[in-house]
RNA sequence: GCCGGCUUAGCUCAACUGGCAGAGCAACUGAUUUGUAAUCAGUAGGUUGUAGGUUCGAGUCCUAUAGCCGGCACCA
């Protein structure tokens, strides 16, 4: 992906093409008045006021060619600096520019002027507008004025402005690729998961997608035991007064699900964290047993607004692959080290690179001591480079209850997800009052850490069917072997004997004997994503061997049947990528 | 939730300004018995998302509603 904003020259193209843009829509609707129009990562939008003009995906091309139209005329960009009372006698009829002049103090105020076109702009822009050659207007959308739900919607027009059209037909041959992998598209074709009116947001999952959501578990539950976790299930509903006591009901009660049971409410849990208090605090822990660490993928349901549910992205129910690991405050570092370190380790089984992010103290709505939260931050900022990583400061964006990590992963397509988290919380171990023994017998107070690496595990594999265009590595392939017998009467002996053997080693293996052709059956099996296939006629039947083809590949291996299977099994056990 | 768009067979899509709902793939049946990306023939498949309305006549126009898609807002 390109990072525009990180490419001054792509920066000033895309502004200058907004502003292109913008003159364009001025002359097709003579009403429009015109909020801003950033750069932003892909190319640039401008929030605009048509009045009672609806526009639609339809009407791009008339504004594209509008905008061709002024790019050959070639008019020169200029600019004109004013003072804020000039500025305001200059955009007098147009409150949006009012509202922004009005904000504007010690700043020198700044119009660009090209043709008949003016606009407010810091700049800078290019010399003139014959440079804004290669560009598309993108989609178009709604936008709240100023971003705030509570005000009126203006119209958006996304659109992207590279150098040269090779940059531009790459970045649009780019969105044509990531249409292909569309995780609801192949979920479809690789019969993953279903969708269904009956249950908006809520995945139903097919028996190819179970087999994925299994492996992928049973890593999770490897990996984790072999870092120290134990694991517990805790229940889907629980009392409201819990959620009272751990503060979600004040916080989240909109988004949550209830139900009366016996005259009393219950609340279908939005976090898994508030039934792994009560798990803490089951039993008296000692000082010796910490850190403990306690992971549950747990499934927990949230009410997410109706234009938010996005395929597996954003659902209404999920599987958070949860862990809350309790220790004493002098064993923080060294746990988010080790932590970073294990998360750097999974993300890596999937090729996924990935970046961080600290997420420090809101500015209003934080509990705590803001000497506690610097400290904290102080720890886990010192965490991530004692683990070898950069770390990015997102000032105010962390929760409420505490400051945390966030990791970005990248796919296959350079997209950006926002994945696992660490999160320090100062406030449940306080609101359940959690106690340890310590050395001396008195009882103290654990910190508690929260973390997830996939983040939710029906998002996750959606990233995965994108990240891997549906093609899983063999580990993870719901089939990961399609047998094809060249007769499909002759050599089904063998090819049942080869099933059987493989079905024993755990491999996932189907026969295809149907009456068709060779070439359609190995086709099929192409176009299903099969990794490996094997084709069985005479030859092999004769000589205990087999016929290998690996998916998008078109050559084919003749090989031993032991030899094969050793192969395939070290590929298995690697988890080959 | 908000703005815009979309919804026709299991899937992908067609049906001019309102005038007989159609194709390919898949499924099923039969023939064929197959050597590396689609063998041939036939059969069946629909209250055009749903509910109203306009009209002699609605897939097509209008209203409402649901779901989906692209964004916005939200995302513990």
Redesign the pocket.
Known sequence: MINIKENEQLNVLNHSCAHLMAQAVKRLYPQAMFWVGPVITEGF?YDIDLGDA?????DLPKIEAEMKKISKDGKRISREELSKEEALEMFKDDPYKIELISHMEGVIISAYRQGEFVDLCRGPHVATVKELKFYKL???????WK???DNK?L??I?GICFATQEELDNHLNMLEEAKKR?H??LG??LDLFM???FG??FPFWLPKGMILRHILENFWYDEHTREGYQFIQTPIMLSQQLWEVSG?WF??RE??YTSEIDDKSYAIK??N?PGGMLVYKNSLHSYKDLPLRVGELGLVH??????????LF?VRNFTQDDAHIFMTEDQIESEVVRLIAFIDRIYSVFNLTYTIELSTRPLEKYIGEIAVWDRSEAILEKACHAAGKACKINPGDG???GPKLDFHIQDSLGRVWQCG?I?LDMNLPERFDLTYVDSDGSKKRPVML?RVIFGSVERFIGILIEHFGGAFPLWLAPVQVEI?P??????LEYCNQLKERLLDLNIRVEIDD???????R???A??KKIPV?I???????AANQV???R??K?E?I?ESVDSWIAALLSEIKEKKI
């Open positions: 939008y609806v526009l639609s995906e339809d993108l989609k178009v959308s709604g936008a709240y971003g705030d739900s919607m119209q958006r996304y569309d609801k598209k479809r074709e969708m269904s009116e908006p947001g979600h916080n989240y988004n949550m939005p976090m964290c949230r009410h997410e607004a109706s234009g938010a549910l996005n395929g954003r929760a409420f209850y988290t999160q929260h094809i060249v007769h499909p009467v002759l050599h149907r009456n068709e052709k060779l070439g359609y190995i086709r099929e192409q176009v296939q084709v069985i006629g005479d030859g092999e039947v016929n290998v083809r998916y998008n078109t084919n003749v």
